[in-house]
């Protein structure tokens, strides 16, 4: 039996969410395919995208407390179970309501395994919690990468979208596996009970830090996956197809691996409030430019200045909220991430139903207003970070 230590968590969070991450994001680049395949609208897969969110924040609002009562290793394997489910279900996706309800799985078992991964390392790194968690973060980016290069290879290779999804239940049944056989060091406190739990948190909710670590994270979220969801559709009034777009994507999401690599790195030298304030302003600037170019050469150069920039803004927002009490790091890591989950729920179906009715640039008109909410929030919180001490341990008493 393997024990999970400080040494090998960072390995093992970052290999559970880079397998997750791949699932994730092979989806979005593939909505004009399973639209066209399914014969239903973008409105009605963002739709669909935003019942998924919904079932990820419901889920995620009552992980955080169920890994506390019942500890991490069984919220673990039930979140894997569900991965494989979805997993399964989408390879025998033949209409709406069949990937509905796979999505929604994959959805489910999402939102468990980020909460697991983000506060058993929270928990297990009370100093240096930003590094760490930049580097298990980067397993997402991997995925990004990797997500729409496999989206390419399978429409070279003109195989049937649903069969991508089969060969993914392999590494999930192999992480799961490992995990199952392993000895967790942390996993839960004897004697814990809800009610205490529950108290702890309502003062978290009515803090003033968590509440703007909770916006920015509401307002980031939303624009990353908007973002990568309808990026290869946005690509599409442009004639150019999904085999190309994707491989434009997978593009950006390499450049935020590079991103969260520089900046754990400026992390040394510049805190991370300004850190976050630099990201935001200049993401705003290279999302515009994006929007104002009509060159296809200049838009992927500043598509990858924008990912360069944008990437990490949830793990900056993550590791301040999270200092707010670092007691209760898996109850309070689920509120953080539901937070994500609301933006998510209202931006991916207003994008889809603006996509579908009004112009497929309608995701970038969306994004310049959420990043342009971004930049007022952290410029307060870059003018008054003394007042709000968020680079302070801060646990409620």
């Known amino acids: 039996m393997v024990l999970i230590n400080r040494f090998n968590t960072i390995f093992f969070t970052f290999l ?20 066209s395949d399914l014969k239903i609208g973008l409105d009605i897969i963002g739709l669909v995208i935003s019942i998924g969110a919904f079932a990820s924040l419901i889920i995620t609002l009552v992980s955080g407390y169920l890994i506390e009562l019942f500890g991490i290793k069984v919220m673990y394997i039930l979140g894997s179970i569900f991965c494989i489910l979805g ?5 025998f996706s033949h209409n709406l309501l069949i990937f509905s309800l796979s999505y929604i799985s994959v959805n489910i078992a999402t939102s468990i395994i980020f909460v697991f991964a983000f506060s058993f390392v929270s928990y297990e790194f009370t100093t240096s919690k ?12 991997i995925g990004r990468i990797i997500g729409p290069l496999l989206v390419s290879l399978l429409l070279v290779l003109t195989f049937k ?61 939303a624009v990353i996956n908007t ?18 777009s994707t491989l434009f994507l997978a593009g950006f999401s390499f450049a935020g691996l590079i991103g969260l690599l520089i900046k ?43 990912g360069i920039c944008v990437t990490g803004t949830f793990v900056f927002a993550y590791s301040m909220g999270i200092k707010i009490n670092q007691s209760y790091a898996y109850s309070v890591s689920g509120l953080l991430i539901a937070a994500g989950h609301i933006g998510k729920i209202i931006f991916q179906y207003l994008t889809g139903y603006f996509s ?14 959420l990043l342009f909410m971004l930049f007022i929030i952290t410029l307060n919180l870059l003018l008054y970070r003394k007042h709000l001490c968020l680079t302070k341990n801060m646990n409620i008493k």
């Open 16 to 35: 559970q969410i880079l397998t997750i991450a791949i699932v994730n994001f092979i989806i979005g680049p593939l909505i004009p395919i399973i639209s």
């Open 161 to 221: 979208w649903q069969n991508l999804f089969i060969y993914l239940v392999i590494p999930q049944v192999v992480v799961l596996f490992y995990f199952t056989l392993s000895k967790v060091k942390y996993e839960k406190e004897e004697g814990i009970k809800f009610k205490k739990i529950f108290k702890e948190n309502r003062k978290v909710i009515t803090n003033k830090n968590f509440i703007l670590c909770s916006i920015i994270i509401f307002f980031y979220s």
């Open 356 to 369: 579908e009715h009004f112009s497929k640039i309608s995701v970038l008109y969306v994004d310049l207003i």
């Open 264 to 306: 754990n790195f400026i992390l040394r030298y510049i805190s991370e409030i300004k850190v976050l304030f630099y990201s935001i302003v200049s993401s705003f600037i290279f999302l515009l430019l994006i929007y104002l170019l009509n060159s296809i050469l200049l838009k992927n150069i500043f598509i990858f200045l924008f």
């Open 227 to 244: 973002f990568f969801t309808w990026f290869t559709s946005y690509f599409s009034v442009f004639n150019i197809n999904v085999k190309a």
């Open 130 to 141: 930003t590094k760490n968690l930049l580097k298990i973060i980067t397993g997402d980016s």
């Open 87 to 91: 997993l399964l279900g989408l390879y």
